[in-house]
């Protein structure tokens, strides 16, 4: 305002968008008021992989030299933890001492690795037999 003149009447401004500067010091935000970018979306929580050591086998069938097992990982989330894995040429017992399962496919011949996986559900169980009992014979 200058000297003998009247305040206007327009609206003050309440702040100013850089901050009030006290002796030409810009003040240290606070990056407790801070908001996030409303474009920002929220990252989805990723899903843990099985760990191959914490498994219960649920349902187990040999089909002409295919294991077919059905198999819940308490510390996997998606599908409640539960695979049906197809494997050929191995046993329930060769599993069962190998000592863990792991869901994931490998080319390592020390590791019994699926070669199917599919969707534990009944039908994913069905798709799993029909594999095993039409291959009769394919190498």
Not at 47 to 63: F, H, M, R, S, T
């Amino acid at each position: 305002m200058g000297v003998n003149k009247k305040p206007s009447g327009a609206p003050r401004r309440a702040y100013y968008p850089s901050g009030p500067w006290v002796g030409g010091i810009r003040p240290v935000s606070s990056t407790s008021f801070k908001e996030e970018p409303k474009s920002k979306k929220k990252k989805e929580p990723k899903l843990p992989n099985p760990d191959p050591n914490n498994y219960k086998i649920v349902k187990a069938e040999e089909v002409n030299g295919y294991l077919i097992l059905m198999i819940n990982y308490p510390d996997c989330t998606n599908y409640e933890g539960n695979k049906i894995l197809l494997f050929k040429g191995v046993t329930l017992l060769d599993i069962v001492n190998q000592k863990y399962i792991d869901p994931h496919f490998f080319e390592d011949s020390k590791i019994h690795s699926p070669i199917a996986r599919f969707v534990p559900t009944g039908e994913g169980w069905k798709w799993a037999k029909s594999f095993a009992v039409k291959s009769i014979g394919d190498e």
